[in-house]
């Protein structure tokens, strides 16, 4: 018997309030005070099997005497950083050996003279309990504006199925033994992987609160942009803000296959019940750019990770509303961005009448109906003029659904840089 979205939304509105409450008390280690921006985040997901469509991942087998090495590039720069690393869905206490921070030189390459050993509590090994996250120490690193680092993290003893973000759109190296300090990628020479492990954020010291968290599905996740080309909408919009000399950071709190309503095991909690964690907890969080509801229109289809039932448009515009008051509840404002157009050719009419008359719906209420403190036409950015439809043929990716680069940037030029 499934239950009903209304009965999900009420559930989750209570489960919010609670975490107004008790505010982000999910971190093990607590640190001296001192104020936190996100610049690079990563939504975790349950251990998930390797398939055809995404690939293969390590989720399942975990890690035993190796090494994971992590390549990001953050938003917003500052002069002392921290970590995140989850353990929110293991089973059993993750023991971390040892872990490092340096200025990536490519690939699994460091740049010389960079490195730092990541503390936690003032010791190099962490044990961080199950369903728990924790942060290292902060660490004096001058992380440049737009900078790759790489994180290396050494788990000595079996850790057991990974918490992990699918479809990362990176290559992620592992080694046999301890090679947390290696400066070089000799050790490195084995299995890649496009995920990333347990490594749930990247802080820079600020002023004050100065993230702007994306939120979504794989349209926020950047799904079908180029792999290690930071080509999401979200790596366009730090750019622009850099360029505009504005201090704010972009944290990208994207699942590919999300939904707001329903959960499908391989695409992470529900937006509803995640917003909460990977939104409104983010360090520094200010604004959050909302985008989800495409998948709840499809996803009553059985797309090989299970079925969810078909929704209506005032469903998801309850469920918007729930996420909206959640953020206003904390002083965070939400920017509303549209749905995009999905028409394709190897859709079934009575199919895409049924979809895009929520679509449209939908979008209707997100553009007029003043609930946002402010609102990005996604739609309208990469709509085809002569059929707005459908996508674009120049912003199309190749699935009909997603955008290509240009698309993503397309996108993020529609985002008013000042109302964030």
Known sequence: MSIRPTAIIASAAAALAATFMTGAASASCQQPAMNWSASWTS???????????????????????????????????????????SNLYGTEPLRLAGATIAESAGGAVTEPGTMRSLTFRRSRSVTIPAGQVTASDATHLHVAPLESLTITLYFAAPTGPSTFHEDGLTTTYQATGDHARDSGAAAFDGPTSHSYYYLTGVDVATPGPQTVVAFGDSITNGHNSTVGGNDRYT???????????SPLSVANAGITGNL???QLPCFGETGITRFGRDALDQPGARTV???EGSNDIWDYQNHGCGTTPAVTAGQIIDGLQALIDAAHARGIEVVGATILPFKA?????????RAEAIREAVNNWILSSGEFDAVADFAAAVADRADPEQINPSYDSGDHFHPNDAGYRAIAATIDIGNL
């Open 260 to 262: 707001l309503l329903h």
């Open 289 to 291: 750019i909302l985008m």
């Open 43 to 85: 939504a975790m997901q349950q251990p998930t099997p390797s398939t055809p469509d995404m690939g293969e991942n390590w989720s399942m087998e975990g890690f035993s005497n190796q090494t994971v090495r992590q390549e990001v590039r953050v938003s917003g720069g500052g002069n002392v950083a921290r970590i995140r690393l």
């Open 345 to 353: 050719d190897f859709e079934l009419p009575a199919d895409f009448q």
């Open 235 to 245: 790596d366009a919009l730090a750019e622009r803000l850099i360029a505009a000399h």
